[in-house]
């Protein structure tokens, strides 16, 4: 097979190109299970004669929701598409509100879940659920169908016929899934992308990616019900790679252990956590060993890619690997090569400083309509740019607006808003798809993103504030976790902080401050004034009437299951400032 252009196309290209023996890999219990490519295949066409043997017809719509990656995901992925329905997977962790809105909008007759507690959230609203037939699970929920039950209903393969007809009728430009963007504000959009959209997507970022084909592994632990790592997993077959799957995200530092990977993706607050757990071992350290320690951060973080630095830095560079990033990688399983990072900007400090320890973070960009990447990093032939997402995709076409706008087109760009077309034509004009986002393309090509279009706002003096920029930038205070800038349309701009309450406990520790309550801790002076030294020290980099004059610490960690925060870790800004209201009325004394 020389040609792919439907998405189950991906495994019988590997079966004929590597043939791996652990294709998928997923840790039940204490032992890493391997799935062979052949099995894979075997499985998912189980699969599929077992859907159609319950009456899957074209077009229909199976809910996938997993609260982590796992070898079955992949096979009921391939299982479902081979049959011309649709797999719309949906995030483990929105409110039953958003469940019962997008299966009853995509309008699901089965929903496959992982375990007993997503089995108990769908059965709970199933009866406001019409269409819905039956809830099926990956592990054994009493009560609940197993999806064995399915692939027992296809082990029979006198269809198979019927599968390969099914298969041959699917065209790339045909409707592949549907997924459901966990929008900062509003109803959910369901995302139309066809099989061309996702697979151009895969190729295109195939030539950016230095895999050596058939010999690499991957540890998989960004939702897959998220496009971005949904391609990815796409892409990895594409280069038969072998998947590891974490167990979950808590439990990542361990896996990468385990499975010694030699690429990951990743998103910023992850890269954030494992810089500050690296500093805070190094912290522990004394004398030589920890003065040598903070002298490899300081040069890391002047690192400039392609020894821009001179011969006297990459001298001090190549001990610094020697003596203390060496460490660095070999906690990290050793073989680490490779992270690719997206959802939001990272810290240049972070790009930095990984790249000087070998282990590149390759900052690239996109949204769920555009199946996602518009453009990424690559360390070959000088494509790194530190502080950009990279060049445009070869094949993706992009333009800046008039108002700075991004805009989009190309084969990756999605078919349009599931069921409404209103707003489909909201974000598409002449075939551009406008991303909401502000940037700049250099002289060199590189696409910088500087801002959200629709996060951008006025002070009462009429001057635009960029929130991203000025959050990014304190966020590389230790003891900021979480900032969210405000002052739309008030006289100057203020800020919530959620403070990084593990760091901030070790430092009022140290300073002798009575630890208390969190409500005690964040409300004593000590800590405040503490605090306003960072503000006020990051404030200096940018322009008077952009910086935060006021702040007011909050007491909760944000979070996806505390409503702060978008599955994709994205601030919800409006459901921080209603949650934040008294504090609010105190800063601006409203």
């Known amino acids: 097979m020389d040609t792919i252009t439907r998405l189950f196309d991906f495994p019988y290209y590997q079966l004929e190109k590597y043939n791996l023996k652990d294709a998928l890999v997923t840790k039940y219990g204490n032992e890493w299970i391997k799935t062979s490519t052949e099995e894979y295949i075997a499985k998912a066409n189980a699969f599929s004669r077992g859907l159609l043997r319950l009456g899957i017809k074209k077009n229909d719509k199976i809910a996938v929701i997993s609260s982590n990656n796992r070898t079955e995901w992949n096979i009921v992925d391939i299982g479902i598409l081979q049959t ?8 483990p962790t929105i409110s039953e509100e958003d469940y019962e809105y997008i299966l009853n909008h995509c309008g699901a007759i089965y929903c496959i879940v992982s375990d007993g507690e997503l089995y108990d959230k769908i059965q709970k609203i199933k009866h406001r659920l019409p269409a819905l037939k039956e809830i099926y699970a990956f592990q054994e929920v009493q009560g609940c169908k197993s999806w064995n039950e399915i692939l027992d209903l296809g082990k029979d393969e006198s269809n198979q016929n019927e599968v390969e007809a099914s298969k041959n009728s699917i065209t790339e430009d045909e409707l592949a899934t549907v997924i459901y963007t966990s929008g900062t504000t509003g109803r959910p959009k369901g995302v139309m992308l066809s099989h061309k959209n996702i697979v151009s997507d895969v190729l295109m970022s195939a030539e950016r990616v230095p895999f050596e084909a058939g010999k690499n592994r991957a540890l998989s632990f960004l939702p897959v019900c998220h496009i971005y790592e949904r391609m990815i997993l796409y892409l990895y077959q594409y280069y038969g790679v072998s998947i590891y799957f974490a167990e ?113 973070v390759m900052e690239g960009y996109g949204l769920t309509e555009t199946s996602p990447v518009i453009a990424v990093n690559d360390e070959r032939n000088g494509g790194f740019r530190i502080g950009t997402v990279g060049r445009p995709l070869n094949g993706v076409e992009v333009k800046i607006a008039e108002d700075g706008e991004i805009l989009c087109k190309g084969p990756n760009v999605m ?176």
């Open 84 to 91: 011309g329905a649709q797999n719309v997977p949906v995030y």
């Open 248 to 360: 979950s995200i808590e439990k990542v530092s361990d896996n990468i252990k385990e499975a010694t990977p030699d690429v990951i993706t990743a998103v910023p607050r992850l890269l954030e956590k494992v810089y500050d757990k690296i500093i805070a071992k190094g912290s522990e350290l004394t004398g030589i060993k920890k003065m040598l320690f903070f002298w490899a951060v300081e040069v890391g973080l002047k690192y400039e890619p392609y020894g821009a630095n001179g011969p006297i830095y990459g001298l001090k560079l190549w001990l610094a690997r020697k003596l203390i990033f060496s460490k660095w990688k070999a906690g990290l399983g050793g073989r680490l090569g490779l992270m690719v990072s997206g959802s939001a900007a990272i810290q240049p400090r972070l790009a930095r400083v990984f790249a000087a320890a070998e282990i590149p």
């Open 415 to 590: 078919m349009g808003y599931y069921n409404d077309e209103e707003k489909t034509k909201e974000v598409m004009t002449d075939g551009y798809f406008h991303t909401g986002d502000i940037g700049i393309i250099d002289k060199d090509g590189f696409l910088k993103i500087t801002d959200r279009k629709k996060e951008m706002f006025k002070t009462s003096g009429g001057k635009y504030i960029a929130p991203q920029l000025i959050e990014n930038a304190m966020k590389q205070s230790r003891f900021i976790e979480q900032i969210m800038v405000i002052g739309d349309g008030e006289k100057m701009p203020a800020a919530f902080i959620q403070p990084d309450f593990e760091f901030l406990k070790q430092w009022a520790q140290r300073k002798g401050i009575k630890q208390g309550t969190v409500e005690e801790l964040i409300n004593n002076e000590d800590v405040i004034s503490r605090i306003k030294e960072e503000v006020d020290a990051i404030n200096v980099k940018f322009g008077h009437w952009e910086q935060v004059k006021r702040f007011e610490l909050t007491p909760e960690i944000w979070s996806v299951d505390g409503g702060e925060m978008t599955p994709t870790l994205k601030l919800k800004r409006k459901a921080i400032k209603e949650k934040y209201q008294k504090l609010y009325d105190k800063i601006y004394n409203t």
